[in-house]
């Protein structure tokens, strides 16, 4: 069948949308499939006859409006919609309801700085746009609703409306060769010589674009308080942030020489051979890319329950699930227990199994079965 993704931007090296298009849409094409994106913004040297761009337009409703027209001219048989259009057959939303993440990212602010948000005109208009996009998406309609986990499966239905008979639970999946035990093995002795630590040092590995939201404050205090236990510990962050601000705590906590911020990368599987543990304190993930690749290659994942991805581990076996980001003492009992020798290696095969349970051709296969029940649900010409 002819297939569109619709998505704001396209660009594989950036957030997680755009990274799990960019795997989908081969493994799609190799089921028989004519996979088509279509997006606002493409990032440079992508764009190709399968690559179509709408244009940005001055907020979310134009940009809704300039993919609408690009997909009528299109005329694919399956429209999927990632969260940013308003014409689909299947609306998937992959960071999960938008005001949702508005929410949880207001409430990992400091108070002061909270009050600022909020009084911010520019904040108000972008949640008017926002809230009439996913009022519109969820409206009563033929399409169906992928959600990521059953967090997102939550807030969509109680929050945003959408009838439960439309949502299908779909978790994200990750490629399980590239991560994997194996080519983490023969990439560490190197990751960790750069990084000048030795193997009687345990490494947190953090990653994310959004520092703040991901929790990174949160883990910079529970490294500072398991340091005062005497853990030799590094903490190294990986992700699109400036670090001049969390530098900047880090020294305040004494962290000036346990911390590295190594900021973008383009391919993060050098830092997971080099890790012992990976944390990621979120106050709000609808299904994390990045916990699924830590996953695959068998590292212990400490989390929080606002991660959608917590719905697919099991709080012990493989992995450690932390009720708040800002609960930082159980925050940092976790990591302790995750880096632990016995538990860690015993955790790290457990982990390694989830994810072969959540791969990429598994993820591609659930998501064309939706397209077929929505061509099944057609009304025959």
């Not at 983490?184 to 590995?205: H, N």
């Not at 790290?348 to 296969?365: F, K, V, W």
């Amino acid at each position: 069948m002819k297939a569109a993704f619709v998505c704001d931007r396209f660009d594989p090296a950036g957030g997680g949308l755009e990274r799990w298009i960019a795997q989908m849409r081969p493994r799609l094409e190799r089921r028989g499939h004519e996979v088509y994106v279509v997006a606002c913004e493409v990032a440079d040297g992508l764009r190709d006859d399968r690559v179509h761009v709408a244009g940005s337009g001055a907020g979310r409703l134009a940009r809704a409006a300039a993919l609408g027209r690009v997909i009528e001219a299109l005329a694919p048989d399956v429209v999927h919609d990632t969260g940013s259009g308003l014409h689909f057959d299947v609306l998937h939303p992959q960071s999960g309801s938008k005001l949702a993440n508005h929410r949880r990212d207001l409430a990992s602010l400091p108070p002061l700085a909270r009050l600022r948000r909020r009084a911010n005109p520019a904040l108000y208009r972008w949640r008017r746009e926002v809230r009439e996009l996913e009022r519109r998406q969820c409206a009563p309609g033929p399409g169906l609703v992928i959600a990521v986990s059953e967090m997102v499966a939550r807030d969509l239905r109680d929050s945003c409306g959408v009838a439960p008979e439309r949502l299908r639970l779909v978790p994200n999946g990750i490629d399980t060769e590239h991560f994997a035990p194996p080519r983490c093995a023969a990439l560490r002795a190197a990751a960790r010589a750069r990084m000048g630590v030795d193997e009687a040092t345990t490494v947190v590995l953090f990653a994310a674009h959004n520092a703040r939201l991901k929790g990174l404050p949160e883990l910079l205090r529970a490294t500072a308080r398991l340091r005062a236990t005497g853990a030799r510990l590094r903490l190294v962050a990986i992700g699109g942030d400036a670090t001049a601000e969390y530098g900047r705590l880090a020294a305040r906590l004494g962290l000036g020489e346990v911390v590295r911020f190594e900021g973008t990368v383009a391919d993060p599987l050098p830092y997971y051979a080099a890790a012992d543990v990976f944390a990621l304190p979120t106050w709000y993930d609808a299904c994390s890319l990045v916990v699924l690749e830590a996953l695959a290659c068998g590292l212990p994942v400490v989390t929080t329950r606002w991660n959608g991805a917590a719905d697919l581990l099991s709080h012990g076996r493989d992995g450690f699930v932390v009720g708040e980001p800002d609960d930082v003492a159980a925050l940092a009992e976790s990591i302790a227990r995750a880096s632990a020798p016995g538990i860690r290696d015993r955790v790290s095969i457990a982990a390694r199994q989830t994810a072969l349970r959540n791969g990429l051709d598994r993820n591609a296969e659930a998501v064309e079965s939706v397209w077929f029940e929505i061509l099944r649900g057609r009304p025959r010409a």
